[in-house]
């Protein structure tokens, strides 16, 4: 395959992604409440905490994939002077983000409508990247970490929360049941949107294993990673210091 057929390709897959996000964006709130029970903010939260613990010098903070911007709002909520960049390349999303963030009234935020995998910021800018449940939609995730690294200060952390793979095989059978089964119907009945909650179950399929991302991170150059399974490995919190 050429090189530009193969960036063709890639083109077109980030182009439905993209697509699959705006349809959903007005019900993506709901939907994940539904899903997690609301734990999802609870494991968001968790990761910004552990992430904080290894710096507590946090001056400024990117957030990737910032969707309705949950991650960037707990940052706030721990460190209120920190300058925070929400970058996402939905305008749907952004357009969410932005009004919950008007309603704080607070000029520490910045939104960009952007690609997070063709970022330009200098190195060393950020004492802090997050990204939730956005990393295993990219195409090109190895560039979105390995970016990462080089913008984040010496003592930098990058939290990734997402995603996981269950070990045990009876969770491992009710995890997929749920994903498979459960979550498109979920996005019928309130999304009216089977195909997006497919994908979602979909994207499993090609999804870093938790040791699997840890050994990327290292291999990037973070000197410090670890990660926290939560619900048996369903969801995943990666931490890496650089």
Not at 26 to 55: G, P, Q, S
Not at 71 to 94: E, G, R, S, T, Y
Not at 159 to 182: E, M, T
Request: some cysteine.
């Amino acid at each position: 395959m050429t090189e530009t057929a193969t960036k063709s390709i890639a083109s077109n897959k980030s182009e439905y992604i993209n697509q699959i996000f705006a349809q959903i964006a007005k019900h993506y709130d709901l939907l994940n409440n539904l899903m997690t029970m609301r734990f999802h903010l609870k494991w968001k939260k968790d990761a910004i905490d552990m992430a904080i613990k290894e710096n507590k010098h946090i001056f400024k903070a990117l957030d990737l994939c910032t969707g309705t911007g949950d991650l960037a709002l707990f940052i706030h909520k721990k460190v209120k002077n920190a300058q925070i960049i929400c970058i996402d390349n939905c305008h749907q999303m952004i357009d969410i983000t932005k009004k919950r963030l008007d309603n704080i009234n607070s000029p520490t935020f910045e939104l960009i409508k952007a690609d997070c995998e063709n970022l330009r910021f200098n190195n060393s800018s950020f004492d802090l990247i997050t990204i939730g449940f956005g990393l295993r939609n990219l195409i090109n995730r190895e560039k979105c970490l390995t970016d990462s690294y080089d913008f984040l200060a010496p003592e930098g952390v990058f939290a990734c929360i997402d995603l996981g793979h269950p070990v045990n095989p009876l969770w491992k059978s009710i995890y997929g049941f749920y994903f498979y089964k459960i979550i498109p119907l979920l996005g019928f009945v309130f999304a009216r949107n089977k195909e997006a909650y497919t994908y979602l179950a979909d994207s499993l399929s090609g999804w870093y294993k938790q040791d699997e991302l840890k050994e990327i991170l290292i291999k990037i150059g973070f000197k410090k990673v670890y990660y926290k399974n939560i619900l048996g490995g369903a969801v995943a919190i990666h931490i890496a210091v650089k």
